[in-house]
């Protein structure tokens, strides 16, 4: 096993990097929550599906899979098509729908929010795109969630959509940024976005890749929140400026798969 201590830039770039090549193939979709909207060829039903699919990625990985295939059926596997022509008398279709603390209340409100997104602000991706940074999409995630919740909603529904903010990795959110930025040529990410580059990207900090980037020497800060994300991303760009969350691949890799910060 590579030991981690103070390793050389170079050496540990070529670790990671042969790390990425290995886990961001398509073998791994299977289990991943990608998968779901990879199931859609239209644009706008893979950013929908992809970001439903994250909303709820959290827990079991086969839970969050199978509850978001299941959102799929309610959404007659048109999620764009469902989206523009709800309406409240629809809302009944999502009665008894769960995830964790995500239930039937949230799902009809985030189609509701959806509808007004791509009819009042020209789709999720122009939403993202506007407060971009030269080097993130935190403040583009914050100011997504004011305008997500721009229309009358639940309060119970807004801890569903984190804020850098507040001090919040917004993991799942940078996770569907990830797969909607990012070159789709391997198979796995999509790269139907062109108005946000990968080199903008935060990678999604979690548990998992947490743990690792700290054994790697890549993070210090003990809690997964924004200033910790901060400290990774810029370990992450010395790494490779123009698409640092390739490394996302690797960090997710060594600790869900060959356990490496145990």
């Given at each position: 096993?590579?030991?981690?201590?103070?390793?050389?830039?170079?050496?540990?770039?070529?670790?990671?990097?042969?790390?990425?090549?290995?886990y961001?193939?398509p073998?791994?979709?299977?289990?991943?929550?990608?998968?779901?909207?990879?199931?859609?060829?239209q644009k706008?039903?893979?950013?929908i599906?992809?970001?439903?699919?994250?909303?709820?990625a959290w827990?079991?990985?086969?839970s969050?899979?199978?509850?978001?295939?299941?959102?799929?059926?309610?959404?007659?596997?048109?999620?764009?098509?469902?989206?523009?022509?709800?309406?409240?008398n629809?809302?009944?279709?999502f009665?008894g729908f769960?995830?964790?603390?995500?239930?039937?209340?949230?799902?009809s409100?985030?189609?509701?929010?959806?509808q007004?997104?791509?009819?009042?602000?020209?789709?999720?991706?122009?939403?993202?795109?506007?407060?971009?940074e030269?080097?993130?999409?935190?403040?583009?995630?914050?100011?997504?969630?004011?305008?997500?919740?721009?229309?009358?909603?639940?309060?119970?529904?807004?801890?569903?959509?984190?804020?850098?903010?507040k001090?919040?990795?917004?993991?799942?959110?940078?996770?569907f940024l990830?797969?909607?930025?990012?070159?789709g040529?391997?198979?796995?990410?999509?790269?139907?976005w062109?108005?946000?580059?990968?080199?903008?990207?935060?990678?999604?900090?979690?548990?998992?890749?947490?743990?690792v980037?700290?054994?790697?020497?890549?993070?210090?800060?003990?809690?997964?929140?924004?200033?910790?994300?901060q400290?990774?991303?810029?370990?992450?760009?010395?790494l490779?400026?123009?698409?640092?969350?390739?490394?996302?691949?690797?960090?997710f890799?060594?600790?869900?798969?060959?356990?490496?910060?145990?």
């Amino acid at each position: 096993m590579l030991k981690t201590e103070k390793l050389p830039r170079h050496i540990l770039k070529e670790f990671l990097d042969e790390k990425v090549e290995k886990y961001q193939h398509p073998d791994f979709i299977s289990s991943d929550p990608i998968q779901v909207p990879h199931k859609f060829s239209q644009k706008e039903d893979i950013e929908i599906a992809g970001f439903l699919a994250a909303t709820i990625a959290w827990g079991n990985r086969k839970s969050i899979i199978n509850n978001a295939n299941r959102l799929m059926d309610i959404m007659g596997n048109s999620p764009y098509d469902f989206v523009m022509e709800y309406s409240q008398n629809d809302a009944y279709r999502f009665d008894g729908f769960v995830h964790r603390t995500f239930n039937a209340t949230d799902a009809s409100f985030f189609v509701e929010s959806l509808q007004n997104i791509y009819t009042q602000h020209g789709g999720l991706e122009n939403v993202f795109a506007k407060h971009g940074e030269e080097s993130s999409l935190q403040k583009s995630i914050s100011e997504f969630k004011k305008i997500f919740f721009s229309i009358d909603h639940p309060t119970r529904t807004m801890k569903h959509i984190s804020d850098p903010e507040k001090n919040s990795a917004a993991k799942r959110i940078n996770m569907f940024l990830r797969w909607m930025v990012r070159d789709g040529s391997k198979g796995v990410d999509f790269g139907i976005w062109n108005k946000i580059n990968p080199s903008q990207l935060s990678c999604p900090l979690d548990v998992h890749s947490g743990n690792v980037a700290r054994k790697l020497g890549l993070l210090t800060r003990k809690q997964n929140d924004a200033k910790a994300l901060q400290e990774l991303d810029n370990a992450l760009r010395a790494l490779d400026q123009d698409d640092p969350v390739k490394y996302d691949f690797a960090l997710f890799g060594l600790g869900v798969f060959e356990k490496f910060s145990n």
